[in-house]
């Protein structure tokens, strides 16, 4: 029986939601091409993905390996030319699938099976609702209205509204929650901007100067606790690499991989991966989780280490 994404409230800490998970879940970026130009972008551009084959390869090793979880990603995945054919490989085993696009393409194939397999969920980029904005935070025309008809094409109870919130957008944030609420959505995330450690953002050396400072970040979380309770039994509203819960432990490489778009396993994509890269390179995905799991007995380290590291860890019972 296939697992399916929690949709509540929530604040916490790792955008991947890798805290305490019981299962486990991959983020497979499965190409970093991508058709949008976004600042606030952390995807490495790594020029090259792999055939096919090797992907649907990799799709029945993680099925495998038991992974209830996995995440397809860019880059925008659904520029990857076996997209669909690696989605019905890993739904149809009745691994949970979720797509993180950015919800510009335009895929009749992809969004049929989507609709048709309850094993599907779905994220996509909304930072604006307002269509000139949106234009200029992704750097291409019509952005917007493609975006809503990706939305409109799709199950809303299937469906996770992510909003990055930074210094270009901050004060369009609640027209974007209520636009989302209106839009009968199940679920809207709103996330900080973040990086691993080492690699350069896309567009820009250390996309994190956009980040919002501390009197926005206030501002925010008096917004979303009048929203939360404003769109309370219709819309859950999480908030994800702002602030540190109590008792929340980084699991990567224990219960959370990430998979580049060459095929090599790491423990994250915050993680500070140039050792494990090296150390994992003639694994398959199978061989390399299991010598995560054997080899880390505590969270490697990444960029959120610090954050992490300051809050004290519960001890459940």
Known sequence: MTTHSVVQDEDQFCVYRSVESDGTRVLWELTSACNLKCDFCLVE?????LPVDDALAIAGELVAAGVDKVLLSGGEPLLYPGVEA????????????????????????????????????????????????????FKRPGTLAKITATIDALPKSRLNVICAVSTLNVDAVESVVDWVAASAV??????????????????????RDLRIDGAQRRQLFALVAAKRAQYRGRLAIRTTQFTVQPGERCMAGRTVFYIDPMGVVSPCTLTDNTIWREAVKDMGVGEAIAFYRSTLTDAPPSSCSAQLSAVPVIVRR
């Open 186 to 207: 199940a679920c809207l995330s709103l996330t900080d901007i973040f990086k691993d450690p080492n690699s350069p953002a896309r567009f820009r050396d250390d996309c």
């Open 86 to 137: 690696v989605m019905r490989r890993l739904a149809g085993a009745g691994v949970l699938v979720k797509l993180l696009t950015n919800g510009t393409i335009d895929h009749p194939g992809v969004f049929a099976l989507i609709r048709d397999s309850d094993s599907i969920e779905v994220s996509l980029s909304l930072p604006t609702v307002d269509p000139v904005e949106a234009d200029l935070i």
């Open 45 to 49: 551009i790594k020029g090259r993905h």
